[in-house]
């Protein structure tokens, strides 16, 4: 498996969510910096995602975020970072998201966490990266999801073995142990349609 140096964390921008989506996103920071793993993020100040980045700086870690310009402007990007890149759209800052990191984990998050884990499962499923997927599914939040997922593989849209696209834990603790112990494989996408 390829060394990972670099974690791309998808969570939400919200701060009005229940404390233990934050105490999760704090403890998750603290965690990557203690472990010298970078965090990969989308540049915020507020919610989960302030949390997250704040805990990772905090704790004397690297925090790189990435942000799209007409976001910045509306005064919500943190100026506080390693690094901090502004960008002209939300396809290149997804981009760039997903060429920085080694590694993807999803904490709780609203429409856009569950958009960027569906692109990433989707280019993972199509052979344009082969990086590992963890979904941190803290009090069981992302259970509806993950009951989709069986959903469309029953209506044989998914491979049964696609459910291998991701790693599924429930506690923060048990995030950086699942990425250094997942197998490293790439998927054939020609088996898609097969």
Not at 134 to 140: A, F
């Amino acid at each position: 498996m390829k060394t990972i140096s670099t974690i791309c964390v998808y969570l939400g921008s919200s701060g009005r969510c229940d404390d233990i989506y934050k105490k999760a996103s704090s403890d998750f920071g603290e965690l990557m910096a203690k472990s010298g793993l970078a965090l990969v993020y989308g540049g915020g100040r507020v919610g989960l995602m302030g949390i997250l980045a704040e805990s990772v700086m905090n704790h004397g870690g690297r925090a790189i975020g990435i942000i799209p310009e007409h976001i910045s402007k509306r005064e919500v990007s943190h100026d506080g970072l390693s690094e901090l890149h502004v960008v002209d759209s939300m396809h290149t800052r997804k981009q760039m998201m997903v060429s920085r990191s080694d590694a993807f984990v999803v904490m709780p998050g609203g429409i856009g966490t569950l958009d960027e884990l569906c692109e990433v499962m989707t280019w993972r499923q199509l052979g344009i990266h082969d990086k590992p997927i963890v979904i941190c599914n803290v009090n069981g939040y992302w259970t509806p999801f993950l009951t989709m997922i069986d959903s469309v593989i029953a209506g044989k849209f998914m491979r049964e073995e696609d459910r291998r696209l991701l790693t599924v834990v429930d506690r923060v603790e048990d995030i950086i142990p699942a990425l250094t112990t997942l197998p490293s494989e790439t998927f054939d996408p020609t088996s898609k349609w097969i």
